[in-house]
């Protein structure tokens, strides 16, 4: 994500709607300087929740990627979930065994 693209992004479109910083700021419920340091690309000094309250005044939708070495990251988060599947068949496999055997 580019800081400097967002923060553009953010005061074109504000000043395409024929909005204030501070118009933006109130409706928002954050302050002046926080629209301010968004429009300038500023995000390392801005919590997430007052990103978005800017958004949904401005009506932009924000969304966050997160990457890591590539497919990379599909694999470690798909680790734990493939855990839990293998340990479902084989409670499953192993309680249809029993009913078949009589016990």
Same mark, same amino acid.
């Given at each position: 994500?580019?800081?400097?693209?967002?923060?553009?992004?953010?005061?074109?479109?504000?000043?395409?709607?024929?909005?204030?910083? @501070?118009?933006?700021?109130?409706?928002? $419920? =954050?302050?002046?300087?926080? !629209? /301010? #340091?968004?429009?300038?690309? #500023?995000?390392?000094? =801005?919590?997430?929740?007052? !990103?978005?309250?800017? /958004? #949904?005044?401005?009506?932009?939708? !924000?969304?966050?990627?997160?990457?890591?070495?590539?497919?990379?990251?599909?694999?470690?988060?798909?680790? $734990?979930?493939? /855990?839990?599947?293998? /340990?479902? @068949?084989?409670?499953?496999?192993?309680?249809? $065994? #029993?009913?078949?055997?009589?016990?």
């Amino acid at each position: 994500m580019n800081d400097q693209l967002v923060g553009r992004a953010f005061r074109a479109v504000r000043v395409r709607r024929g909005l204030r910083q @501070s118009d933006v700021a109130r409706l928002a $419920g =954050v302050s002046r300087w926080t !629209v /301010a #340091r968004i429009e300038r690309g #500023r995000l390392e000094r =801005v919590a997430l929740p007052a !990103v978005r309250a800017v /958004a #949904r005044v401005v009506d932009v939708s !924000v969304e966050i990627a997160v990457r890591w070495e590539g497919a990379g990251l599909d694999r470690v988060i798909g680790t $734990g979930h493939d /855990a839990l599947h293998e /340990a479902v @068949s084989r409670l499953m496999a192993d309680r249809a $065994g #029993r009913r078949l055997r009589g016990k």
